[in-house]
């Protein structure tokens, strides 16, 4: 055998698995999200590539398993956007919870409203995974700029306080809250995918490890334990120290300074939903972890902050806990904390009562 034929067979002996392992996986329900787009100046604010249907899948046994589609827009929603129309529109602004690649399509709570609206308007929604309190500025001023919304909602979750700052996290795509001459500006992270990347996702035995074994989280959680780090998030953040609070709370006051101008709405046409501190609240023991404190005490901040400056808020703590203690429901999944069919239900409800919507969308 010749030495070419020799290469040629230990290099099909090593292809030949790879290609097996391909094609079994292209069989099964691996995680196929829409790349997101470059984000740059020329494209400052981050989407997803605009009109695909995929599927989302979560864990190595693909305990959730959804279909889903990101719109003419490049947000994940199965309505296109007419940003012609005059109709009462209101705009749901988030992250991964206003995304909901979780449940299937139509079932998140802005799709909820949606549809519940009929003729009378519309909702639509903006959320893309990870975006915390700063992004969500951005989002409104583009919301503005583009469909003019009458009315705003933002959902607020726990880690939307701390990330919004550059000191604390810093991944490609988002803007961020970064000090100058001691005061705080948004300062955007360019994203540009790699060739590699973008070639690599083609694979879906790739992506099943990445997305849904979420290999690089688990990388980054050994070698948070290994240096005996507090906490390493995600995005590689380190964990939270002594400044934190204070510097939550700043990035909270920055965050209120510029909504008026940044979404071009008076504080009583924009509304808040903050998240309960689930699981917490299925039981009356609770023994919080520094974290959970926390987090507790920056939802209440912010909570109050709101209040004071005249924007709605609807706290689902005690919406979910009334529901959870009449039939014993929960809202998430036992693998995800994020709110599954039965939490959007919940929550489109509540938002439906509210009075900012009741006057927007009256019959």
């Known amino acids: 055998m010749t030495i070419f034929k020799r290469l040629f067979s230990n290099l099909l002996l090593i292809l030949a698995p790879l290609i097996l392992l391909e094609i079994v996986f292209r069989l099964l329900p691996v995680s196929s999200p829409p790349p997101l787009m470059p984000v740059s100046a020329e494209h400052p604010v981050v989407q997803y590539e605009a009109g695909r249907d995929f599927r989302f899948s979560t864990d190595w046994d693909f305990a959730i398993n959804t279909h889903k589609h990101s719109n003419n827009s490049g947000y994940i929603n199965q309505v296109d956007y007419d940003d012609s129309l005059n109709s009462p529109l209101l705009m749901v602004v988030g992250d991964s919870f206003v995304e909901a690649n979780q449940v299937d399509r139509g079932q998140s709570f802005a799709e909820l409203l949606h549809a519940d609206i009929a003729d009378r308007g519309r909702v639509y929604s903006i959320g893309v995974s990870g975006a915390p309190l700063s992004q969500y500025l951005v989002f409104a001023d583009s919301a503005r700029?583009?469909?003019?919304?009458?009315?705003?909602?933002?959902?607020?979750?726990?880690?939307?306080?701390?990330?919004?700052?550059r000191k604390y996290k810093s991944a490609p795509r988002f803007h961020y809250f970064d000090e100058r001459d001691g005061e705080l500006v948004l300062q955007r992270v360019d994203y540009r995918p790699s060739k590699l990347k973008?070639?690599?996702?083609?694979?879906?035995?790739?992506?099943?490890?990445?997305?849904?074994?979420?290999?690089?989280?688990?990388?980054?959680?050994?070698?948070?334990?290994?240096?005996?780090?507090?906490?390493?998030?995600?995005?590689?953040?380190?964990?939270?120290?002594?400044?934190?609070?204070?510097?939550?709370?700043?990035?909270?006051?920055?965050?209120?300074?510029?909504?008026?101008?940044?979404?071009?709405?008076?504080?009583?046409?924009?509304?808040?939903?903050?998240?309960?501190?689930?699981?917490?609240?299925?039981?009356?023991?609770?023994?919080?972890?520094?974290?959970?404190?926390?987090?507790?005490?920056?939802?209440?901040?912010?909570?109050?902050?709101?209040?004071?400056?005249?924007?709605?808020?609807?706290?689902?703590?005690?919406?979910?806990?009334?529901?959870?203690?009449t039939d014993g429901a929960r809202f998430e999944f036992d693998n995800d904390l994020h709110w599954n069919r039965l939490g959007h239900a919940v929550v489109a409800e509540e938002v439906g009562q509210a009075a900012l919507y009741r006057s927007l969308f009256s019959r």
């Open 145 to 165: 700029t583009r469909f003019r919304p009458d009315a705003m909602l933002f959902v607020i979750i726990s880690n939307d306080f701390d990330e919004s700052l």
């Open 198 to 325: 973008r070639l690599l996702r083609q694979s879906a035995f790739i992506r099943y490890v990445m997305l849904n074994l979420k290999a690089r989280q688990l990388l980054l959680q050994m070698l948070a334990r290994a240096s005996h780090a507090e906490t390493v998030s995600a995005d590689g953040v380190a964990g939270k120290g002594a400044e934190l609070e204070t510097d939550a709370r700043r990035a909270v006051e920055r965050f209120f300074d510029l909504l008026g101008p940044m979404s071009g709405l008076d504080p009583s046409r924009i509304l808040f939903v903050i998240d309960a501190n689930r699981p917490d609240l299925y039981t009356k023991q609770i023994a919080r972890s520094g974290d959970q404190d926390f987090t507790t005490r920056m939802k209440g901040y912010f909570a109050q902050r709101a209040g004071e400056l005249g924007y709605g808020v609807i706290d689902l703590h005690p919406v979910f806990e009334r529901r959870h203690h």
